[in-house]
C-alpha cells in the first residue's frame, strides 16, 4: 500500500467555522507534512512532522493547527480562516528522517473559504 | 539557499511527438532532484529521482531525466508523447535542513498534448 489519502477531497467552510482536514497513510512513514497549493503555483511546506512530533512550523498562522494523533494519521485544524485560505491542501508522507528520500503525496483537499 | 527554475511556463506537443521539459536548480551540495507530475485538481506522484550514480535515470510512465552537473541541469524527456500526459509537471530539489527534508519545488510547467 503506497497510498496517502486525504478526506475530505471537497470542503467549502464559513470563515467562522471550525473544520478538520485528516490524512492517512499506512506505509510506516515517520514523517508527514502537510502543503499548501494556490492555484496555478507550486505547493509551499507548511508543517513537518517527524515521530509524531511538530518538528517545522514554516510560520503558518495560528488558525491552522497541526495534529498527529499517531504514526499514521495527521489532522489540520482549521478556524477562522480567510478567503485567502483557499487552496488545494496536501498531505505528503516520507520514510525516514535524517535523509532526503521521495515523499508520497495525497490528493489533497481542495478548500474554499466563503 | 537552494532554488529551482523551469523555465517554461507552458508547453504544447502533438501526440507522438517527443518531449523535453528543461529544470535548472541552485545547490551548493549534491543534489537530490525530484520529477513530479500532478493532473488537474489532484495530488502529486512521483515520476523519477536522482540522489546519486547513473546520470541518466529512468521513471515511470516512458519518461527520464538525465543530471548534467556541469549545466546545473535535470530535464525530463519522453520519447512519444500521449494525450494522458498532458499535466503539470513539477521539478523539485531536496535537501536536509535541521535534519527535516526540505523539498524546494519549481513554479511548474503545463503540458498541453494536441492531437
Known amino acids: 500500500d503506497t497510498e496517502v489519502t486525504q478526506t475530505p477531497k471537497h470542503l467549502v467552510m464559513g470563515m467562522t467555522n471550525k473544520k478538520s482536514l485528516k490524512c492517512e497513510q499506512h506505509m510506516g512513514h515517520r514523517a508527514m507534512y502537510w502543503y499548501k497549493q494556490k492555484a496555478k503555483k507550486p505547493p509551499e511546506l507548511m508543517f513537518v512532522?517527524?515521530?509524531?512530533?511538530?518538528?517545522i512550523n514554516e510560520s503558518v498562522p495560528s488558525r491552522f493547527s497541526p495534529e498527529c494523533p499517531n504514526s499514521s494519521l495527521l489532522n489540520l485544524h482549521l478556524h477562522a480562516l480567510q478567503p485567502e485560505d483557499s487552496a488545494l491542501y496536501l498531505c505528503a508522507s516520507s520514510q525516514d528522517w535524517g535523509q532526503v528520500v521521495e515523499a508520497f503525496f495525497g490528493q489533497g483537499t481542495r478548500l474554499t473559504v466563503v | 539557499a537552494q532554488s529551482v527554475t523551469q523555465p517554461d511556463i507552458h508547453i504544447t506537443v502533438s501526440e507522438g511527438a517527443s518531449l523535453e521539459l528543461r529544470c535548472n536548480y541552485s545547490?551548493?551540495?549534491?543534489?537530490?532532484l525530484f520529477w513530479y507530475v500532478q493532473s488537474p485538481g489532484q495530488g502529486l506522484q512521483l515520476l523519477l529521482k536522482y540522489f546519486s550514480g547513473d546520470t541518466l535515470v529512468q521513471g515511470i510512465k516512458g519518461f527520464e531525466a538525465e543530471f548534467k552537473r556541469s549545466q546545473s541541469s535535470f530535464n525530463l524527456r519522453k520519447p512519444s508523447v500521449h494525450w494522458s500526459d498532458a499535466a503539470e509537471y513539477f521539478c523539485a530539489v531536496g535537501s536536509l535542513s535541521g535534519g527535516y527534508q526540505k523539498v524546494t519545488f519549481g513554479t511548474g510547467t503545463k503540458l498541453q498534448v494536441i492531437p
Open positions: 545547490y551548493g551540495a549534491t543534489p537530490y
Open positions: 512532522y517527524s515521530y509524531e512530533k511538530l518538528s
